[in-house]
Protein backbone atom coordinates (compact mmCIF):
# COMPACT_ATOMS: atom_id res chain seq x y z
CA UNK A 1 0.00 0.00 0.00
CA UNK A 2 1.08 3.73 -0.74
CA UNK A 3 3.27 5.05 2.33
CA UNK A 4 1.25 8.50 3.12
CA UNK A 5 3.09 11.91 1.93
CA UNK A 6 4.46 12.87 5.04
CA UNK A 7 5.89 9.59 5.81
CA UNK A 8 8.86 9.64 2.95
CA UNK A 9 11.58 11.41 2.85
CA UNK A 10 12.24 12.78 -0.70
CA UNK A 11 16.25 13.06 -1.90
CA UNK A 12 17.34 15.88 -4.12
CA UNK A 13 18.29 14.69 -7.50
CA UNK A 14 22.38 15.01 -7.53
CA UNK A 15 22.46 16.30 -11.02
CA UNK A 16 19.63 19.50 -10.44
CA UNK A 17 19.33 19.32 -6.44
CA UNK A 18 15.54 19.35 -6.57
CA UNK A 19 13.57 17.03 -4.59
CA UNK A 20 11.21 14.47 -6.41
CA UNK A 21 7.73 15.08 -5.75
CA UNK A 22 6.72 13.50 -2.88
CA UNK A 23 4.00 11.45 -3.70
CA UNK A 24 6.14 10.26 -6.97
CA UNK A 25 8.77 8.95 -4.41
CA UNK A 26 6.34 7.92 -1.98
CA UNK A 27 4.45 5.52 -4.50
CA UNK A 28 7.79 4.69 -5.86
CA UNK A 29 9.01 2.99 -2.71
CA UNK A 30 5.88 1.62 -1.77
CA UNK A 31 6.02 -0.59 -4.68
CA UNK A 32 10.09 -0.96 -4.28
CA UNK A 33 10.41 -1.55 -0.60
CA UNK A 34 8.19 -4.23 1.70
CA UNK A 35 5.07 -3.18 1.20
CA UNK A 36 4.72 -2.95 -2.96
CA UNK A 37 2.47 -6.42 -1.81
CA UNK A 38 -0.27 -4.40 -0.77
CA UNK A 39 0.22 -1.05 -2.93
CA UNK A 40 -2.16 0.10 -5.83
CA UNK A 41 -5.95 -1.22 -5.44
CA UNK A 42 -6.77 -3.54 -8.72
CA UNK A 43 -8.54 -1.11 -11.12
CA UNK A 44 -11.73 -1.91 -12.74
CA UNK A 45 -10.43 -2.30 -16.34
CA UNK A 46 -7.61 -5.06 -14.81
CA UNK A 47 -8.41 -8.93 -14.96
CA UNK A 48 -7.24 -10.02 -11.75
CA UNK A 49 -4.12 -12.05 -11.84
CA UNK A 50 -4.87 -15.89 -10.17
CA UNK A 51 -1.49 -17.00 -8.63
CA UNK A 52 -1.44 -20.01 -11.29
CA UNK A 53 -0.16 -17.15 -13.82
CA UNK A 54 2.38 -15.58 -11.57
CA UNK A 55 3.86 -18.85 -10.39
CA UNK A 56 5.74 -19.59 -13.43
CA UNK A 57 6.92 -16.18 -13.68
CA UNK A 58 8.48 -15.91 -10.76
CA UNK A 59 9.82 -19.34 -11.16
CA UNK A 60 11.40 -18.14 -14.36
CA UNK A 61 12.98 -14.83 -12.30
CA UNK A 62 14.53 -17.21 -9.27
CA UNK A 63 16.23 -19.58 -11.87
CA UNK A 64 17.44 -16.48 -13.78
CA UNK A 65 19.15 -14.74 -10.75
CA UNK A 66 22.77 -15.24 -9.98
CA UNK A 67 24.63 -14.63 -6.58
CA UNK A 68 28.26 -14.30 -5.44
CA UNK A 69 30.21 -12.73 -2.54
CA UNK A 70 33.99 -11.11 -3.46
CA UNK A 71 36.82 -12.03 -1.48
CA UNK A 72 35.92 -8.83 1.17
CA UNK A 73 32.18 -9.83 1.93
CA UNK A 74 30.53 -7.83 -0.58
CA UNK A 75 28.07 -9.59 -2.51
CA UNK A 76 26.54 -9.09 -5.55
CA UNK A 77 23.25 -10.70 -7.01
CA UNK A 78 22.19 -10.17 -10.48
CA UNK A 79 19.60 -10.75 -13.05
CA UNK A 80 19.43 -11.18 -16.45
CA UNK A 81 16.52 -9.66 -18.24
CA UNK A 82 16.83 -9.38 -21.75
CA UNK A 83 13.22 -6.89 -22.43
CA UNK A 84 15.70 -4.05 -23.35
CA UNK A 85 19.68 -2.73 -24.20
CA UNK A 86 19.31 -1.17 -20.36
CA UNK A 87 20.55 -2.18 -17.00
CA UNK A 88 19.03 -0.73 -13.78
CA UNK A 89 21.63 -0.81 -11.00
CA UNK A 90 21.24 -0.58 -7.07
CA UNK A 91 23.51 -0.26 -3.91
CA UNK A 92 22.11 -0.95 -0.58
CA UNK A 93 24.18 -0.05 2.66
CA UNK A 94 22.52 -1.90 5.35
CA UNK A 95 22.88 1.69 7.51
CA UNK A 96 20.30 4.42 8.22
CA UNK A 97 18.66 6.51 10.61
CA UNK A 98 18.36 4.12 13.41
CA UNK A 99 22.28 3.38 13.73
CA UNK A 100 23.20 6.54 14.18
CA UNK A 101 25.19 7.16 17.34
CA UNK A 102 23.40 9.31 20.02
CA UNK A 103 23.91 13.03 18.99
CA UNK A 104 25.01 12.65 15.73
CA UNK A 105 21.30 12.16 14.08
CA UNK A 106 21.13 12.57 10.82
CA UNK A 107 24.49 11.49 10.22
CA UNK A 108 23.39 8.62 7.32
CA UNK A 109 21.55 11.12 5.46
CA UNK A 110 24.27 13.84 5.41
CA UNK A 111 26.47 11.09 4.30
CA UNK A 112 24.25 10.44 1.37
CA UNK A 113 24.37 13.65 0.51
CA UNK A 114 27.92 14.15 0.06
CA UNK A 115 28.35 11.27 -1.41
CA UNK A 116 27.52 12.91 -5.00
CA UNK A 117 30.27 15.34 -4.15
CA UNK A 118 33.21 12.98 -5.54
CA UNK A 119 36.07 11.63 -5.24
CA UNK A 120 39.95 12.75 -5.65
CA UNK A 121 39.39 12.18 -9.08
CA UNK A 122 35.81 13.39 -9.79
CA UNK A 123 34.35 16.79 -8.70
CA UNK A 124 37.68 18.44 -8.36
CA UNK A 125 39.83 20.28 -10.92
CA UNK A 126 42.74 20.26 -8.06
CA UNK A 127 42.92 17.47 -4.96
CA UNK A 128 46.06 18.17 -3.87
CA UNK A 129 45.18 22.16 -3.54
CA UNK A 130 41.95 21.65 -2.34
CA UNK A 131 42.63 19.18 0.49
CA UNK A 132 44.40 21.60 3.07
CA UNK A 133 41.71 24.31 2.26
CA UNK A 134 38.96 21.25 3.34
CA UNK A 135 40.90 20.61 6.52
CA UNK A 136 41.05 24.06 7.77
CA UNK A 137 37.65 24.72 7.48
CA UNK A 138 37.15 21.64 9.91
CA UNK A 139 39.67 23.31 12.11
CA UNK A 140 38.10 26.63 11.94
CA UNK A 141 35.00 25.15 12.45
CA UNK A 142 35.47 23.45 15.77
CA UNK A 143 37.62 27.04 16.65
CA UNK A 144 33.84 28.89 15.94
CA UNK A 145 32.01 26.71 18.14
CA UNK A 146 34.91 26.84 21.34
CA UNK A 147 34.32 31.05 20.32
CA UNK A 148 30.59 30.67 20.23
CA UNK A 149 30.27 28.36 23.80
CA UNK A 150 32.32 31.10 25.21
CA UNK A 151 30.34 33.97 23.76
CA UNK A 152 33.07 35.59 22.64
CA UNK A 153 31.42 37.95 20.16
CA UNK A 154 34.78 38.96 18.51
CA UNK A 155 36.34 35.80 18.42
CA UNK A 156 33.19 34.78 16.65
CA UNK A 157 32.91 37.65 13.94
CA UNK A 158 36.74 37.34 12.89
CA UNK A 159 36.27 33.60 12.65
CA UNK A 160 33.49 33.79 10.59
CA UNK A 161 35.07 35.71 8.06
CA UNK A 162 37.79 33.80 7.63
CA UNK A 163 35.88 30.74 7.63
CA UNK A 164 33.92 32.28 4.76
CA UNK A 165 37.10 33.14 2.92
CA UNK A 166 38.64 29.75 2.76
CA UNK A 167 35.16 28.49 2.04
CA UNK A 168 35.27 30.29 -0.98
CA UNK A 169 38.71 29.57 -2.23
CA UNK A 170 37.93 26.06 -1.67
CA UNK A 171 34.99 26.33 -4.05
CA UNK A 172 37.11 26.95 -6.75
CA UNK A 173 38.81 24.33 -7.20
CA UNK A 174 35.07 22.08 -7.37
CA UNK A 175 33.61 20.77 -10.67
CA UNK A 176 29.96 21.38 -9.55
CA UNK A 177 27.73 18.04 -10.00
CA UNK A 178 30.40 15.85 -11.55
CA UNK A 179 29.35 12.80 -10.77
CA UNK A 180 25.61 13.45 -12.23
CA UNK A 181 26.81 15.05 -15.57
CA UNK A 182 28.66 11.66 -16.47
CA UNK A 183 25.99 9.73 -15.73
CA UNK A 184 24.03 11.85 -17.68
CA UNK A 185 26.24 12.29 -20.63
CA UNK A 186 26.45 8.45 -20.59
CA UNK A 187 22.53 8.61 -21.26
CA UNK A 188 22.10 7.20 -17.28
CA UNK A 189 18.58 8.05 -16.13
CA UNK A 190 17.02 8.13 -12.53
CA UNK A 191 20.22 8.69 -10.42
CA UNK A 192 18.95 9.26 -7.07
CA UNK A 193 19.54 7.95 -3.38
CA UNK A 194 17.16 7.11 -0.25
CA UNK A 195 18.05 7.46 3.43
CA UNK A 196 15.54 5.37 5.74
CA UNK A 197 15.54 4.63 9.19
CA UNK A 198 16.97 1.14 8.13
CA UNK A 199 19.04 1.82 4.79
CA UNK A 200 20.71 4.07 2.68
CA UNK A 201 20.17 3.23 -1.10
CA UNK A 202 22.03 4.36 -4.25
CA UNK A 203 20.40 3.64 -7.62
CA UNK A 204 20.40 4.62 -11.58
CA UNK A 205 20.27 3.20 -15.00
CA UNK A 206 22.51 3.16 -17.98
CA UNK A 207 22.58 1.46 -21.39
CA UNK A 208 23.60 -2.01 -20.78
CA UNK A 209 27.08 -1.45 -22.48
CA UNK A 210 27.87 1.21 -19.58
CA UNK A 211 28.15 -1.84 -17.25
CA UNK A 212 31.77 -1.20 -16.37
CA UNK A 213 31.49 3.15 -16.47
CA UNK A 214 28.98 2.05 -13.43
CA UNK A 215 31.22 -0.64 -11.59
CA UNK A 216 34.29 2.15 -12.03
CA UNK A 217 32.15 5.24 -10.97
CA UNK A 218 30.27 3.44 -7.48
CA UNK A 219 33.09 1.93 -6.51
CA UNK A 220 35.28 5.11 -7.15
CA UNK A 221 32.67 6.80 -4.80
CA UNK A 222 32.96 4.39 -2.18
CA UNK A 223 36.50 3.96 -2.24
CA UNK A 224 37.83 7.40 -2.13
CA UNK A 225 35.26 9.60 -1.35
CA UNK A 226 35.93 13.16 -0.60
CA UNK A 227 33.54 15.11 1.34
CA UNK A 228 34.04 18.46 -0.37
CA UNK A 229 31.41 21.24 0.22
CA UNK A 230 30.31 19.93 3.91
CA UNK A 231 29.05 23.24 5.49
CA UNK A 232 27.63 24.35 2.54
CA UNK A 233 25.81 20.62 2.11
CA UNK A 234 24.83 21.06 6.02
CA UNK A 235 22.50 24.02 5.20
CA UNK A 236 20.86 23.07 2.53
CA UNK A 237 20.22 19.74 5.08
CA UNK A 238 19.22 22.38 7.71
CA UNK A 239 16.48 23.82 4.89
CA UNK A 240 15.46 20.55 4.52
CA UNK A 241 14.24 19.76 8.29
CA UNK A 242 12.90 23.13 7.94
CA UNK A 243 10.56 22.52 5.41
CA UNK A 244 10.19 19.14 6.11
CA UNK A 245 8.97 19.10 9.84
CA UNK A 246 9.62 22.67 11.62
CA UNK A 247 7.65 24.76 9.19
CA UNK A 248 5.10 21.61 8.60
CA UNK A 249 2.40 20.98 11.23
CA UNK A 250 2.02 17.50 10.30
CA UNK A 251 5.88 17.01 10.17
CA UNK A 252 6.01 18.15 13.56
CA UNK A 253 3.03 15.65 14.58
CA UNK A 254 4.69 12.83 12.82
CA UNK A 255 7.96 13.68 14.77
CA UNK A 256 6.25 13.71 18.38
CA UNK A 257 4.07 10.64 17.72
CA UNK A 258 7.36 8.32 16.68
CA UNK A 259 8.95 10.16 20.17
CA UNK A 260 5.96 9.40 21.45
CA UNK A 261 5.37 5.81 20.24
CA UNK A 262 8.81 4.74 20.76
CA UNK A 263 10.75 4.64 24.23
CA UNK A 264 13.73 3.17 23.35
CA UNK A 265 14.13 1.79 20.39
CA UNK A 266 16.08 4.42 17.85
CA UNK A 267 12.85 4.17 15.50
CA UNK A 268 11.57 7.35 17.74
CA UNK A 269 14.32 9.77 16.30
CA UNK A 270 13.47 11.47 13.03
CA UNK A 271 15.82 9.90 9.72
CA UNK A 272 16.68 13.88 8.89
CA UNK A 273 17.76 14.75 12.53
CA UNK A 274 17.27 17.10 15.02
CA UNK A 275 18.33 20.54 14.22
CA UNK A 276 21.01 20.83 17.33
CA UNK A 277 22.40 17.26 16.29
CA UNK A 278 22.91 18.48 12.29
CA UNK A 279 24.39 21.90 13.23
CA UNK A 280 27.17 20.26 15.62
CA UNK A 281 28.19 17.51 13.09
CA UNK A 282 32.09 17.73 11.87
CA UNK A 283 33.24 16.46 8.58
CA UNK A 284 35.08 13.64 10.85
CA UNK A 285 31.38 12.29 12.66
CA UNK A 286 30.67 11.76 8.75
CA UNK A 287 34.01 9.68 7.98
CA UNK A 288 34.11 7.95 11.07
CA UNK A 289 30.07 6.91 10.22
CA UNK A 290 31.41 5.63 6.94
CA UNK A 291 34.46 3.85 7.84
CA UNK A 292 32.46 1.85 10.37
CA UNK A 293 29.15 0.99 7.99
CA UNK A 294 30.61 1.57 4.43
CA UNK A 295 32.29 -1.39 4.52
CA UNK A 296 32.10 -4.53 2.02
CA UNK A 297 30.76 -6.59 4.04
CA UNK A 298 27.95 -3.86 4.73
CA UNK A 299 26.79 -3.39 1.07
CA UNK A 300 24.78 -5.21 -1.34
CA UNK A 301 24.42 -4.44 -5.18
CA UNK A 302 21.93 -5.67 -7.23
CA UNK A 303 22.46 -5.34 -11.25
CA UNK A 304 19.02 -5.95 -13.09
CA UNK A 305 18.88 -5.97 -16.69
CA UNK A 306 20.69 -6.85 -20.36
CA UNK A 307 24.17 -7.98 -19.18
CA UNK A 308 26.14 -11.14 -18.58
CA UNK A 309 26.50 -12.41 -15.47
CA UNK A 310 30.19 -13.36 -15.59
CA UNK A 311 30.73 -9.98 -16.61
CA UNK A 312 29.33 -9.26 -13.80
CA UNK A 313 31.29 -11.12 -11.87
CA UNK A 314 34.68 -9.94 -13.64
CA UNK A 315 34.15 -6.44 -13.79
CA UNK A 316 33.28 -6.74 -10.06
CA UNK A 317 36.13 -8.22 -9.09
CA UNK A 318 38.25 -5.68 -10.97
CA UNK A 319 36.68 -2.66 -9.36
CA UNK A 320 35.03 -3.72 -5.69
CA UNK A 321 37.36 -6.54 -5.09
CA UNK A 322 39.57 -3.59 -4.83
CA UNK A 323 38.07 -2.89 -1.09
CA UNK A 324 39.88 -3.41 1.92
CA UNK A 325 38.05 -6.33 4.11
CA UNK A 326 36.76 -4.88 7.65
CA UNK A 327 35.16 -5.74 10.65
CA UNK A 328 31.29 -6.36 10.35
CA UNK A 329 29.67 -3.13 11.77
CA UNK A 330 27.93 -3.25 15.03
CA UNK A 331 24.47 -4.42 15.49
CA UNK A 332 22.03 -2.85 17.08
CA UNK A 333 21.07 -4.45 19.85
CA UNK A 334 18.28 -2.26 21.64
CA UNK A 335 14.86 -3.50 21.73
CA UNK A 336 11.49 -1.54 22.07
CA UNK A 337 9.78 -3.06 25.45
CA UNK A 338 6.23 -3.82 25.26
CA UNK A 339 3.70 -1.12 25.22
CA UNK A 340 1.59 -1.49 28.62
CA UNK A 341 -0.46 1.27 28.31
CA UNK A 342 -2.25 4.16 25.97
CA UNK A 343 0.26 6.50 25.04
CA UNK A 344 -1.04 9.92 23.48
CA UNK A 345 -0.13 13.31 21.97
CA UNK A 346 -2.10 16.31 21.06
CA UNK A 347 -0.30 19.53 19.13
CA UNK A 348 -2.46 22.47 18.08
CA UNK A 349 -0.80 24.06 15.50
CA UNK A 350 -2.56 26.07 12.50
CA UNK A 351 -3.43 22.93 10.15
CA UNK A 352 -6.37 20.87 9.26
CA UNK A 353 -7.52 18.64 11.88
CA UNK A 354 -5.61 14.98 11.62
CA UNK A 355 -6.21 11.49 14.02
CA UNK A 356 -3.10 9.54 14.14
CA UNK A 357 -3.27 5.98 16.00
CA UNK A 358 -0.37 3.23 16.33
CA UNK A 359 0.02 -0.40 17.04
CA UNK A 360 3.25 -1.98 17.84
CA UNK A 361 4.08 -4.93 15.22
CA UNK A 362 6.71 -7.72 14.69
CA UNK A 363 9.47 -6.79 11.93
CA UNK A 364 9.14 -8.31 8.61
CA UNK A 365 11.05 -11.37 9.26
CA UNK A 366 8.42 -12.57 11.39
CA UNK A 367 5.46 -15.47 9.69
CA UNK A 368 2.59 -13.30 10.72
CA UNK A 369 4.04 -10.09 7.93
CA UNK A 370 2.23 -10.75 5.49
CA UNK A 371 -1.10 -11.12 7.40
CA UNK A 372 -0.43 -7.60 8.84
CA UNK A 373 -0.05 -6.67 5.17
CA UNK A 374 -3.48 -8.28 4.40
CA UNK A 375 -4.96 -6.25 7.34
CA UNK A 376 -3.49 -2.71 5.94
CA UNK A 377 -4.97 -3.77 2.64
CA UNK A 378 -8.49 -4.27 3.74
CA UNK A 379 -8.75 -1.59 5.88
CA UNK A 380 -7.33 1.01 3.91
CA UNK A 381 -5.87 -0.42 0.32
CA UNK A 382 -8.10 2.20 -1.83
CA UNK A 383 -12.11 3.02 -2.73
CA UNK A 384 -12.83 -0.67 -1.63
CA UNK A 385 -11.19 -0.49 1.60
CA UNK A 386 -13.27 -0.60 4.64
CA UNK A 387 -11.73 3.16 6.22
CA UNK A 388 -12.46 4.85 2.99
CA UNK A 389 -16.06 3.31 2.62
CA UNK A 390 -17.46 3.91 6.30
CA UNK A 391 -15.34 6.68 7.02
CA UNK A 392 -14.83 9.10 3.41
CA UNK A 393 -18.12 7.51 1.83
CA UNK A 394 -20.83 6.90 4.27
CA UNK A 395 -20.07 9.22 7.42
CA UNK A 396 -18.12 11.40 5.71
CA UNK A 397 -16.17 12.25 8.76
CA UNK A 398 -12.87 12.39 7.03
CA UNK A 399 -11.43 13.77 3.76
CA UNK A 400 -8.99 11.18 3.40
CA UNK A 401 -8.17 7.78 5.84
CA UNK A 402 -5.25 5.64 4.90
CA UNK A 403 -2.77 3.29 6.78
CA UNK A 404 0.42 1.44 5.93
CA UNK A 405 1.33 -2.00 7.68
CA UNK A 406 5.27 -1.01 8.89
CA UNK A 407 6.17 2.60 10.13
CA UNK A 408 9.10 3.98 10.15
CA UNK A 409 10.43 0.64 9.24
CA UNK A 410 10.60 -2.67 8.93
CA UNK A 411 13.34 -4.45 9.58
CA UNK A 412 12.68 -4.08 13.35
CA UNK A 413 9.49 -3.99 15.40
CA UNK A 414 7.71 -1.63 14.10
CA UNK A 415 4.13 0.30 13.92
CA UNK A 416 1.30 -0.33 12.41
CA UNK A 417 -0.32 3.37 11.47
CA UNK A 418 -3.30 4.65 10.74
CA UNK A 419 -4.21 7.84 9.86
CA UNK A 420 -6.98 10.60 8.99
CA UNK A 421 -7.84 13.97 7.82
CA UNK A 422 -10.37 15.19 9.79
CA UNK A 423 -13.78 16.50 7.05
CA UNK A 424 -15.09 20.23 8.28
CA UNK A 425 -17.69 20.14 10.62
CA UNK A 426 -16.34 16.83 12.47
CA UNK A 427 -13.88 16.21 15.20
CA UNK A 428 -10.69 13.98 15.29
CA UNK A 429 -12.52 12.64 18.38
CA UNK A 430 -15.40 11.39 15.90
CA UNK A 431 -12.78 10.23 13.22
CA UNK A 432 -10.80 8.11 16.38
CA UNK A 433 -14.12 6.15 17.11
CA UNK A 434 -15.08 5.37 13.71
CA UNK A 435 -11.71 4.15 13.19
CA UNK A 436 -11.53 2.48 15.97
CA UNK A 437 -15.59 0.75 14.76
CA UNK A 438 -13.24 -0.29 11.77
CA UNK A 439 -10.20 -2.29 13.67
CA UNK A 440 -12.27 -3.82 16.15
CA UNK A 441 -14.68 -5.54 14.05
CA UNK A 442 -11.41 -7.34 12.43
CA UNK A 443 -11.65 -8.43 16.02
CA UNK A 444 -14.96 -9.62 16.77
CA UNK A 445 -16.11 -10.45 12.77
CA UNK A 446 -14.48 -12.73 10.13
CA UNK A 447 -13.61 -11.17 7.20
CA UNK A 448 -15.55 -13.02 4.41
CA UNK A 449 -13.75 -15.04 2.06
CA UNK A 450 -14.39 -12.81 -0.73
CA UNK A 451 -13.22 -10.21 0.83
CA UNK A 452 -9.81 -11.40 1.57
CA UNK A 453 -9.58 -12.71 -2.07
CA UNK A 454 -10.05 -9.71 -2.96
CA UNK A 455 -7.11 -8.68 -1.58
CA UNK A 456 -4.97 -11.57 -2.39
CA UNK A 457 -5.88 -10.52 -6.07
CA UNK A 458 -4.65 -7.33 -5.32
CA UNK A 459 -1.41 -8.45 -4.05
CA UNK A 460 -1.08 -10.46 -6.85
CA UNK A 461 -1.32 -8.21 -9.15
CA UNK A 462 0.83 -6.09 -7.57
CA UNK A 463 3.72 -8.13 -6.87
CA UNK A 464 3.58 -8.88 -11.11
CA UNK A 465 3.34 -5.24 -11.92
CA UNK A 466 6.05 -4.48 -9.39
CA UNK A 467 8.44 -7.27 -10.61
CA UNK A 468 7.81 -6.30 -14.29
CA UNK A 469 10.21 -3.01 -13.33
CA UNK A 470 14.46 -4.11 -13.41
CA UNK A 471 14.53 -1.07 -10.88
CA UNK A 472 11.31 -2.42 -8.96
CA UNK A 473 12.87 -5.63 -8.90
CA UNK A 474 16.44 -5.06 -7.77
CA UNK A 475 14.78 -3.03 -4.62
CA UNK A 476 12.62 -6.10 -3.88
CA UNK A 477 15.82 -8.39 -3.72
CA UNK A 478 17.62 -6.76 -2.13
CA UNK A 479 14.96 -5.75 0.92
CA UNK A 480 14.29 -9.41 1.35
CA UNK A 481 18.21 -10.31 0.68
CA UNK A 482 19.31 -7.80 3.76
CA UNK A 483 16.18 -7.86 5.82
CA UNK A 484 15.14 -11.52 6.01
CA UNK A 485 18.56 -13.17 5.42
CA UNK A 486 17.92 -14.09 1.34
CA UNK A 487 16.25 -13.03 -1.58
CA UNK A 488 14.68 -16.42 -2.11
CA UNK A 489 12.11 -15.16 0.56
CA UNK A 490 10.64 -12.55 -2.00
CA UNK A 491 9.85 -15.67 -4.20
CA UNK A 492 7.81 -17.64 -1.42
CA UNK A 493 6.13 -14.59 -0.74
CA UNK A 494 3.12 -15.64 -2.40
CA UNK A 495 2.29 -18.73 -1.42
CA UNK A 496 2.59 -16.89 2.38
CA UNK A 497 -0.69 -14.77 0.82
CA UNK A 498 -2.11 -17.83 -0.61
CA UNK A 499 -2.41 -19.49 3.23
CA UNK A 500 -3.31 -16.53 4.81
CA UNK A 501 -6.79 -17.36 6.42
CA UNK A 502 -9.89 -15.38 7.64
CA UNK A 503 -9.29 -16.80 11.38
CA UNK A 504 -5.25 -15.77 10.43
CA UNK A 505 -6.58 -11.56 9.89
CA UNK A 506 -8.38 -12.26 13.37
CA UNK A 507 -5.86 -14.04 15.28
CA UNK A 508 -3.53 -11.27 14.72
CA UNK A 509 -5.66 -7.97 15.08
CA UNK A 510 -6.90 -8.99 18.62
CA UNK A 511 -2.89 -10.06 19.28
CA UNK A 512 -1.74 -6.42 18.05
CA UNK A 513 -5.46 -3.86 18.37
CA UNK A 514 -5.15 -4.10 22.34
CA UNK A 515 -5.92 -0.78 23.68
CA UNK A 516 -2.39 -1.05 25.79
CA UNK A 517 -0.68 -1.36 22.52
CA UNK A 518 -2.30 1.94 21.04
CA UNK A 519 -0.23 4.88 20.98
CA UNK A 520 -2.88 8.21 19.72
CA UNK A 521 -1.85 11.15 18.00
CA UNK A 522 -3.86 14.73 18.05
CA UNK A 523 -3.02 17.39 15.29
CA UNK A 524 -5.81 20.42 16.17
CA UNK A 525 -6.58 23.44 14.37
CA UNK A 526 -5.52 25.93 16.71
CA UNK A 527 -9.12 26.80 17.43
CA UNK A 528 -10.78 23.42 17.67
CA UNK A 529 -8.81 23.18 21.21
CA UNK A 530 -10.96 22.70 24.08
Known amino acids: MNLPWFATSPRPQPQSRHPWPRRVLAV ?42 LDNGMKFIVLERQQAPVVSFLIYADVGGA ?40 RLFDDLQTAQARRDSEKVAALTAEFE ?41 LPANKLELWMSLESERFLEPVFR ?63 TYYVPNNLTAAVVGDVDPNRVRELAQTYFGRYPAAPKPPELDAVEPPQKEIREVTKSLPSQPWYLEGYHRPAIDHPDHVVYDA ?34 GDKYANLMLFYALTAPGHTVDEVAGALRTEIDRLKTEPVSAEELERVKTQARANLLRSLDSSMGMAFALLDYEVKTGTWTNLFKTLE ?35
Do not use: C
Open 165 to 205: RVQLEASKYVKQNEFGRIVEQAGGVGMNAATSADATMYFYS
Open 375 to 408: IAGILSNGRTSRLYRSLVEQQQLALAAQGISTYP
Open 229 to 291: EFYKEKQVILEERRLRTDNSPVGQMIEAFADTAFKVHPYKRPVIGYTEDIQNLTRQNVRDFFE
Open 99 to 138: DEPAGQTGVAHYLEHLAFKGSKRIGTTDYEAEKPLLDKLD
Open 28 to 69: FLAIAIGTFLWGEPVRADETPVPSTSIQPYLDRVRDGVTEFR
Open 496 to 530: AIEAITPADIQRVARNTFRPENRTVGRLLSRDETN
